[in-house]
């Protein structure tokens, strides 16, 4: 009771406390989720009108992914996937919403005949070749009608499904090539730009000159001061456009690698592998070494690509051990365990019956009596290939003794009850020297104290120069390389580092001058630790990014060196002699043309000079010229016009350089420029 009277007369209180925790659950509940309330928390990127949201990108990457695992590639860095996935969805949108706008359709007779139809495309007949079919209209019959060949639809229903995308995907590649088409129609070079395209390389310019190098004039003596670099910044501040937001700073990435006691250890290891092998135990005796790979087989010369390896093997003696082959940690050691005369392969036809020994019986039958390969295999209970090569080296004895030994006609290699491979030997080459060799090998990795060491140390670095200024300043002298890098929330890695994409998402989360953690976690073979630099918004990189700087800052001095030389040269000689002279250079040669972007010999970015030189007369002293690299003065010895008139090679030129060509080559960026894309995957890998 007493304790039921303290609660009443904190009545109040009470309520006030759990008032104030009931509100705190809740707005922690709508900070969390307050995505869901107030704007997109599942989209991950915004085309215009259209999102992409995470399930739907999760599902398309999954199925992408394990596409590459099927066709054997191996996913080293699901980071540069995702952004492949993604990208691609990207320009579907983008595409999609070009060919709705364009008012580009596909018939179900186009998409039928494209599926299933004489106008198959290749893919279809091998997509369904793969699944048994003779044909892409049989496998469709089979999905679509399973029960007409036994199925149930739970049975084809993930086949199904398959075939249905593969439907959308079909529709939308004969929508492109549709809209290609029209591109290609619509964008075409009239007389004009035939005309002025075949002007721009229709005259070569030879000409003689003398030049006077910027770099030969101090550095020092040039002072740029900001207002000059701000003459330049306004002039060329289109070429800084930043279209996302980027972040820049220095990376220091540590190679995990054995340390020299790792690599002694390992030697020491190898060295008493390499006596056992030498000795009566052989092969078995290191066994038992769970740090060796030990591969048994036999091989022909030619199987061996390794020239050291294969050398040792062919002038070998049965139990002669190679000398240890040690390249980028690997130790590899060759043992012949023997050497035989054998036949390596044979040319055979191959056929499979499915049914009973009656069955079987009767194909085989069938086929020894003369009857066509094509006319006993069906496909269905019969299926097979002629004139195959197989290779017979490591197969079991038994079938290689029935093979090799096998008369004329069909015989069965395997049978039971339900099922018999037949086959049928056409062709046994001549016997060659077969070696059965033991390989050898062991990789050296870091040890548990070498990779301990690394990170001590690199913490122990970090921790005293946890500033971007001061990891970069001191890196050096403590042993490690800053690298510079630069990021974009669309970026999978820094640097090119595979794995590295959680240092970008520390990028994005960091604040100006902050170091990261050691990032070594997805990463096994390298440590990473970024220090963040600056950050540049969308818009213009600013003119004091150490990059923009720098360019401005040459430019701005060679105009200045530029000027300088013209005063220092401008009318003191009256040939290019005398000129060369003064120069302290040699009179040189060159071929201008209008539509060439750069000067043999000189480079690009003499634009000046080139123009200066189209218009030039034959013959006629002209300079001094201030250029972007140098001063020039020069003589148009010749202007060679050539001879040949407007053909199909300018239409060519002009498709590829600006026409239809151009545009579909850059179609996607094209269309990336018209639409807003808000990529927002780093809030969710």
């Known amino acids: 009771m007493a304790a039921l009277e303290k609660i009443r007369k904190r009545a109040v209180l009470l309520t006030v406390v759990i008032g104030v925790a009931l509100l705190a659950f809740i707005l922690g509940d709508l900070i969390n989720s307050g995505q869901a309330f107030f704007g997109d928390g599942n989209t991950i990127v915004k085309v215009g009108d259209e999102k992409i949201d995470a399930m739907e990108f999760q599902k398309r990457y999954e199925t992408i992914s394990a596409q590459y695992q099927n066709s054997g590639n191996t996913v080293t860095d699901g980071a540069l996937l995702q952004k ?41 007949v091998q997509y369904a070749q793969q699944r048994g079919c003779e044909s892409p209209a049989q496998l469709y019959d089979l999905l679509f009608n399973p029960a007409k ?73 040039y002072e740029v001061t900001d207002a000059d670099l701000k003459a330049e910044y306004n002039g060329k501040k289109n070429m800084f456009k930043l279209e996302e937001e980027q972040r820049v700073g220095h990376v220091i990435a540590v190679d995990v690698v054995p340390s020299a006691e790792d690599l002694a250890t390992a030697k020491t290891m190898i060295d008493t592998t390499l006596a056992v092998l030498r000795s009566g135990e052989g092969v078995d005796g290191v066994r038992h070494n769970s740090e060796l790979v030990i591969e048994e087989g036999t091989v022909r010369l030619n199987d061996i690509r390794d020239t050291q390896i294969k050398a040792f093997v062919e002038k070998a003696k049965v139990g002669d051990v190679s000398e240890p082959k040690f390249v980028s940690n690997l130790y590899t050691i060759a043992k012949l365990n023997g050497k035989k005369l054998e036949v390596d392969s044979v040319n055979v036809n191959m056929v499979t019956v499915q049914g009973d020994k009656k069955v079987q019986d009767s194909i085989m039958n069938a086929l020894n009596s003369g009857k066509a390969f094509a006319e006993v295999v069906n496909n269905k209970t019969v299926g097979g290939q002629e004139d195959v090569w197989q290779v017979l080296m490591n197969v079991a004895d038994s079938v290689k003794t029935k093979v090799l030994n096998a008369g004329a006609g069909y015989f069965p290699l395997s049978s039971n009850d339900q099922m018999a491979y037949l086959v049928k030997v056409n062709k046994k080459v001549a016997p060659k020297n077969m070696y059965d060799v033991a390989f050898i090998t062991h990789k050296v990795i870091p040890s548990v104290k070498t990779v301990n060491d690394l ?9 005293e120069n946890n500033t971007s200024e001061l990891l970069e300043s001191k890196a050096v002298a403590a042993g490690y390389q800053p690298m510079p890098v630069v990021a974009y929330s669309s970026s999978p890695q820094v640097n090119g580092i595979a794995n590295s994409r959680k240092a970008v998402q520390w990028m994005f989360g960091a604040d100006k001058g902050a170091v990261s953690p050691i990032f070594d976690k997805e990463n096994k073979d390298k440590m990473i630790v970024v220090a963040l630099d600056d950050i540049y918004e969308e818009g213009f990189l600013p003119m004091n990014e150490p990059q923009v700087k720098s360019m401005l800052t040459q430019v701005a001095r060679n105009s200045k060196k530029g000027d300088a030389l013209v005063e220092k040269y401008n009318g003191k000689a009256n040939d290019l002699e005398g000129y060369a002279q003064l120069m302290n250079c040699k009179v040189d040669t060159a071929q201008v043309t209008f539509g060439q972007p750069f000067i043999p010999g000189l480079g690009m970015g ?27 003065v020069y003589k148009v010895i010749k202007h060679d016009r050539t001879e040949r008139t407007p053909g ?38």
């Open 84 to 124: 492949n996935v993604i990208e691609g969805m990207i320009s579907e949108i983008l595409l999609d919403k070009e060919i709705e706008e364009v008012g580009i359709y596909v018939t179900e007779t186009e998409l039928t005949d494209a599926m299933t139809g004489k106008g198959a495309s290749q893919e279809m």
């Open 149 to 221: 060949y036994g199925a149930t639809e739970q049975q084809v229903a993930e086949a199904k499904a398959e075939w249905l995308q593969l439907e959308k995907e079909m529709e939308r590649m004969l929508k492109q090539a549709k809209l290609q088409a029209l591109i290609v129609g619509a964008i075409q070079a009239n007389d004009l730009d035939k005309k002025s395209l075949f002007e721009e390389n229709a005259v070569t310019s030879q000409i003689a000159y003398a030049k006077a190098d910027y770099s030969s004039l101090k550095d020092a003596d």
């Open 455 to 463: 990170r001590d140390n690199l913490q122990a670095f970090i921790n």
């Open 606 to 632: 003499e634009n000046i000079l080139t123009a200066a030189v189209t218009a030039a007369k034959e013959n006629e002293l002209n300079g001094v010229l201030k250029g972007s690299n140098a001063v020039y």
């Open 648 to 685: 199909a090679e300018v239409e060519r030129q002009f498709a590829r350089t600006r026409g239809n060509s151009a545009v579909m080559q850059n179609a996607d960026a094209i269309l990336r420029k018209a639409a807003k894309v808000e990529n927002n995957m780093i809030k969710f890998f």
